[in-house]
């Protein structure tokens, strides 16, 4: 009889962890070379954390470490960040196929945008829903390329600056204080040669600018100095929005938001839960968070911003800059089937 008992009291031992394994989601991370990689394994892995309760649903298990080759401040976190890793037990891979066979859902965190392209492909053919980190690519061509090929493949897939899920940035987007009227957005825009201007850093403000906004520039011009730039859109409707790259002074992150009823000082940066939480949420749920077109959008106004400057800041109609970006991303995939 006892004999019975125990083996019972282990088939139960064994459907519970079957159970549990069954209801982890497990997750991959590409490129251990940015500092938002060992921030989302300490949220997710670290049993200690206040938010290990409510994350205990997924769990970071393994990580394909590289990275930039180039980016000095990128690969010079991999070695640092992969014993990080190895902490709080996530396994080292040597490739990303070797990752992919191991989890259900990706962080492309890599540094360098110029590699995402080439990494999202084998996520895409792999079938794995992936959340890229920003930028999405270093260029409009490559942005507008991973997300045909996203699209062919059937994968979803959702970039975001941690700017957008600032809780008040939140609010403004959706309303509570009244219709969005124009906004003033600026951020930090550390300067990198690999990547087209904004980017690399700047692309924080913009997507502020653009959570806001909304999608619907049409026109994009740019006045520059040796130290400063500001970008100025104009929306189909009429309103005004720009961007103040911040490469001189202090680095904030923010902007003034006129909307209806007040003017409301627009969100900074509030850590990585608010936007770890959407991913999360996207991966269980598949829904993707936020449209693509309108990260498109984004990398178009970035473009048509560097189009205009070297045009001495000439106003520059974003459509024909996209319509540019679609031919020129098609020629990236006719190239990636040879």
Known sequence: MKTKNIIIALLFSLISVSLYSQEVIKLGIIGLDTSHSPAFIKLLNDESAPEH??????????????????????????????????????????????????????????????????QAIEVFKAGKPVFIDKPVAATLAETIAIFKLAKKYNVPVFSSSVLRYSPINQEIRNGDHGKVLGADCYSPDAYEPSHADFTWYGIHGVETLYTVMGKGCTQVSRSTTKDYSVVTGIWTDGRIGTFRAIRTGHNYFGGSVFCSSKVVQAGGYNGYKPLLDQILKFFRSKEVPVDPDETIEIFTFMEASNESKRQNGAPVSMEAILEKGKLDAERILRDLKD
């Open 53 to 118: 309760e409510q994350y205990k649903g997924f769990k970071i298990v393994a990580a394909y470490p590289y990275g930039s080759k180039t980016i000095e401040s990128s690969y010079k976190r991999i070695p640092g960040y992969i014993e990080e890793a190895k902490k709080h037990g996530v396994k080292i891979t040597t490739s990303i196929a070797e990752m992919l066979k191991q989890v259900d859902c990706v962080f492309l965190e890599t540094n360098d945008g110029n590699m995402h392209l080439e």
